[in-house]
Structure formats: C-alpha cells, structure tokens
C-alpha cells in the first residue's frame, strides 16, 4: 500500500507562485504520478504526470509553461511548481501515484490518490 500526502496548497495572488509536494509512503515506489484538480461544480481534470525516471513529462494545455512537474525519487517525493497563476487555476489539487513504467491522463489509470491541497487564486 502507498499512502500520499499534499501540502504546499495555499493562498496567492494572482501572477504569484507556489510549489506543491506529494510524498509517498509505505513502501518504496518507482511508478509514475500525476497531479490533478478539482474546482467547486466542476469535475476533477488532469493537471500534469511524470513518468518513472522524471525525464517524461505531459501537461494540460491550459498549465503548459506556467507549470512543472519533477520528482526526487530518493525521497519519494514529486513537486508541482506553478508560476503565473491565474484566478482560473482556484481548486483543490490532488497527487495520484501508479506502478508501471508508462503515464497515463486518465485519472482511471492511478491506484493511489493523496487527500488534496486547496489552492486559492484571488484576482
């Protein structure tokens, strides 16, 4: 079993910065991780992944060059920074984690989920 823990979330201006973390516990992992969010009303969309060995990466158009995804395996540990956030980018984040060598969009395709980071945009 492979426990994941957010933090990192906060309040920000927009135009500002902040860098989630997603540490994994349990056991020694070597999959890939996604990052996804949820804003209130809406349904849960994938922000970004990194596979296995941190030299894949995909985005989602709307974060593309305004976010990146690395991870440090020696800790177990996967960072999203965001720069020039935007109000539009308001929603609770969450860490996803699965074995496999691979990446995937598809939030189907994780086994493990963190509990969420709210992050908050004000214009």
């Known amino acids: 079993q492979v426990q994941l823990v957010e933090s990192g979330g906060g309040l920000v201006q927009a135009g500002g910065s902040l860098r989630l973390s997603c540490a994994a516990s349990?056991?020694?992992?070597?999959?890939?991780y996604g990052w996804f969010r949820q804003a209130p009303g809406k349904e849960r969309e994938f922000v970004a992944v990194?596979?296995?060995?941190?030299?894949?990466?995909l985005y989602a158009d709307s974060v593309k060059g305004r976010f990146t995804m690395s991870r440090d395996n020696a800790k177990n540990t996967v960072y999203l920074q965001m720069n020039s956030l935007k109000p539009e980018d308001t929603a609770v984040y969450y860490c996803?984690?699965?074995?496999?060598?691979?990446?995937?969009?598809?939030?189907?395709?994780?086994?493990?989920w963190g509990q969420g980071t709210q992050v908050t945009v004000s214009s």
């Open positions: 996803a984690a699965a074995a496999g060598l691979g990446f995937t969009r598809e939030a189907r395709g994780y086994d493990y």
């Open positions: 349990g056991r020694t992992f070597s999959g890939y």
């Open positions: 990194i596979n296995w060995s941190g030299v894949g990466t």
